[in-house]
């Protein structure tokens, strides 16, 4: 008998680690998210393989990231798979987004696609598995959704995990968001729930989920304190660099909304320069404080994905940037997320 859950790691490049490992779950008859199209092949045959035994019925999308919706066209065109977004992902990947460089090394490239139906509050994924929920937990990206299995107590976490310190973030990632992202999550969750994630697989299902997001939400909360901490001391008001810094997060997000890709603001002249100069400084300090040296990554990205982004990001104040004007989305006006 197959198992409840089937997990295959489909990564290209998975020998180098967590960051471009990539797994594709199936749950009774429905795949979540689709795998990156540059190994399109590996998957074309792992469906394939499924036609012999029982074919899945559908395929659910936890976000627009090409490692999650590069073989939504191939599912649909060879395999006649119906692939479902929530609203919010649907308007992204029909129009299809700006990558950089190294997204199209690690994942190949986003082709855009039109969902074959729109994933709700709740998708029956037949009587085996019982209703799949979404649940809006942006911050890592604004359009990302867990899908959560109430009846067996299965979280497929897209990539709302991945390590309880994780630290390198992309620039458009705002960890304030995420922290109120993982509170929904931990409150949402009961315990002893399983959790898949899309880049480590099965390897934590013995651990209780809901423990593991509550202690990645507390790393990123004592890494939050600590900043306000700091930045207060060093720069006398947090409030005020905050306020500079999430205005011109803004800006950048609205200045590019078609591509949506994140350009600099308009660059600062006179006290509000100099001011920018002092935030940066203190920035990059705490980053190598509290985070440590960057990494590889940092270096080939020029800092698209890298430490620092973490910390600038803590000053990001969510009730100006929630991320969502980055994607051309409407904001979210959800009051637990405001208070963090
Ligand atoms: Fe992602």
């Known amino acids: 008998m197959r198992p409840l859950v089937q997990c295959h790691n489909v990564g290209r490049f998975r020998r180098f680690g967590t960051t471009t ?36 019925t559908s395929v659910l999308v936890t976000h627009h990231h090409e490692d999650h919706t590069g073989n939504a066209g191939l599912l649909q065109a060879r395999h006649q798979l119906p692939v479902y977004c929530t609203p919010m992902t649907s308007q992204i990947v029909q129009t299809g987004y700006f990558q950089e460089w190294y997204r199209l090394a690690i994942w190949g490239r986003f082709r855009a696609f039109s969902p074959t139906g729109v994933l709700g509050p709740s998708f029956d994924a037949g009587p085996d598995v019982g209703p799949l929920e979404p649940i809006h937990t942006p911050g890592h990206i604004f359009d990302h959704h867990a899908i959560f299995a109430p009846e067996h107590k299965i979280l ?10 994780r630290k390198a973030y992309r620039l458009d990632e705002r960890p304030r968001v995420e922290i109120a992202s993982l509170g929904r999550l931990v409150d949402t969750l009961p315990a002893g729930t399983r959790l898949y ?40 008001s947090f409030d005020e660099v905050s306020e500079l810094v ?37 920035v990059r300090r705490l980053s190598e404080r509290l985070l440590g040296r960057e990494g590889f990554l940092a270096l080939i990205t020029a800092e698209d994905h890298a430490n620092v982004n973490l910390i600038r990001g ?19 006006a959800d009051p637990a997320l405001l208070h963090e």
């Open 197 to 236: 994630c899309a880049h480590r697989g099965d390897a934590m299902v013995e651990q209780d989920g809901a423990q593991l997001l509550r202690d990645r939400r507390d790393f990123l909360r004592g890494l939050r304190d600590t900043v306000v901490q700091e930045v207060t001391r060093e720069l006398g």
């Open 156 to 165: 497929f976490a897209g990539d709302m995990f991945i390590a309880r310190r």
């Open 246 to 282: 999430s205005r011109r997060a803004l800006a950048a997000a609205q200045g590019f909304r078609t591509r949506q890709r994140l350009v600099p603001a308009p660059p600062a002249t006179g006290e509000e320069a100099a001011f920018l100069a002092a935030i940066e400084q203190t």
């Open 314 to 332: 803590m000053l990001i104040d969510p009730r100006v940037d929630d991320g969502s004007a980055q994607l051309g989305l409407e904001r979210f």
């Open 21 to 56: 490992s990539y797994w594709l779950f199936r749950i009774g008859d429905t795949v979540i998210d689709c795998g990156p199209s540059n190994v399109s092949a590996r998957v074309d045959r792992l469906f394939r393989s499924f036609h012999a035994d029982q074919a899945p």
